[in-house]
């Protein structure tokens, strides 16, 4: 009987086994073609480079930061005369140099420019465009060269065969010095083409890139319209807190709360920059009713013996202007944008972490508005000792200006609407971001994110302290995870 039970047991054992090995040999059901999800196409975009948002008046090689990137110009201006051809206010006008592009672009297909003579007593001349797929390495010309004979402005489009990155150069044929104008290079292709167009934050190049000239424009307070943010509730700049518990009184001179109207701050007077800046931003902060200014100048209104930073502090420095609430943020009016070049919102960072790592984080929560969202944002820096395009530096303008080690920032992001406060829960997402001032950051700026929590050890501060404590809990252990689909 035992015998006769281990065999039917056997049996059934090797039945199952034949069941499942024929069933794992049946070719799996291959749905019809027209079900099948495909990947979407790539999206084709369009960018010109207009030369509207940079400066550069000298023919002296250097860097300059346009609305696209950073570009080399060597023996090449950006020129604003009657004698400049131009769509717009400014073009490039090279004489027997070059002008190249210090960044990639992905996906290209064609890349159209305007150019022609510029107008006088210059003969014509030629020029030749050139591609680099290694970095700027090595440069192979595209088409044949360009005989400016143009007395207006003509557009010539050149086909891109080169997969993957890609940058430029435009550069003069001989050694004649009849200058010639180029305008609006416009890079049409398909996909992410890699970079983010808009002005970064840097007032021109202010660390080794020649933007600050020595001279320094008068000291000045702001000058506050409707369109500043209100002093409390909804939309104000201190709505989620003081996290220093900065106080109005010249006993805190450390630690100085300071109203600017379209942001409030803690400002440091012994390192001379804020220790921390807070501000709303929302679609009606950036109408760019105003452009950008430029206009850097010493706050008027700093107490008195206390030393007042002014633009020149920075020059040959190797450090930018790193604005801490952004130029672009704040182009509902004049005064709005006026108020971001005190140097009481300044502080010195490095080129590169400043021109690439935040303009493309600036850029991003810009981008959070335009979908439809507010943002509140902290930004902060703290530490001694970063890196510039002059090498490292504790200090900068003999002593008076602390180079901060860290730049930091916090941005609680939730829907345009009402009740702001009771509106942020546990679920609201909230990015925080934390680099070395070095010049060699990653220009991705999520590769930099922390926690709440993190920024709040390393400084000591309690941010989003108006919150409820059991939100404020759950936010502050919060890891963001970056760009949604990238």
Known sequence: ??????????????????????????????????????????????ITEDFEQGTKTAYAAADVILSTGSWNFNDAVIGNLAAD???????????????????????????????????????????????????????????S???????????????????????????????????????????????????????????????????????DSAPRDVTAGADAPPASGDNSNLLFGNPSNAQNTTTSMDNY???????????????GEPNWVSWHLDATNTTNASPRLDDFAGWSALPANWYMVVTSNYTNSGFDRGHNCPSADRTSSAGANAATFLMTNIIPQAPYNNEHTWANLENYLREQVVEGNEVYIIMGSYGTGG???KGAANTINNGHINVPSNVWKVAVIIPAGNGDINRVTASTRVIAVNTPNINTTDSDWTKYIVTVKDIET???YTLLSSLPANVRTALETKLDAGIPGA
């Open 85 to 143: 051809l131009k769509d717009g206010l400014k073009s490039v006008r090279l004489r027997a140099g070059d002008i190249a592009m210090n960044f990639d672009i992905n996906g290209l297909t064609t890349l159209y420019i305007k150019h022609g003579k510029y107008v006088g007593a210059d003969k014509p001349s030629a020029w030749q465009l050139l591609i680099s797929a290694d970095g700027g390495k090595t440069y192979t010309q595209v088409g």
């Open 145 to 215: 060269d360009i005989n400016e004979t143009n007395t207006t402005l003509v557009t010539d489009s050149f086909k891109v065969s080169t997969t993957g990155k890609v940058r430029f150069e435009i550069k003069k044929v001989g050694t004649t010095t009849d200058r010639v104008n180029i305008d609006d290079i416009t890079f049409k292709g398909k996909g992410d083409p890699g970079i983010v167009v808009g002005a970064p934050d840097d007032g021109g190049g202010d660390g080794d890139n020649g933007g600050s000239t020595g001279s």
């Open 257 to 271: 709360l300071v109203d600017q109207k379209y942001y409030t701050e803690s400002y440091n007077a012994t390192k």
């Open 1 to 46: 009987m035992k015998i006769q039970n281990l065999l039917l047991g056997i049996g059934l054992i090797l039945a199952i086994a034949g069941c499942s090995k024929k069933d794992a040999n049946v070719p799996p059901v291959t749905p019809p073609a027209d079900t099948i999800a495909k990947p979407p196409a790539p999206t084709p975009y369009s």
């Open 458 to 460: 390393a400084t000591g």
């Open 387 to 389: 890196t510039g395009s």
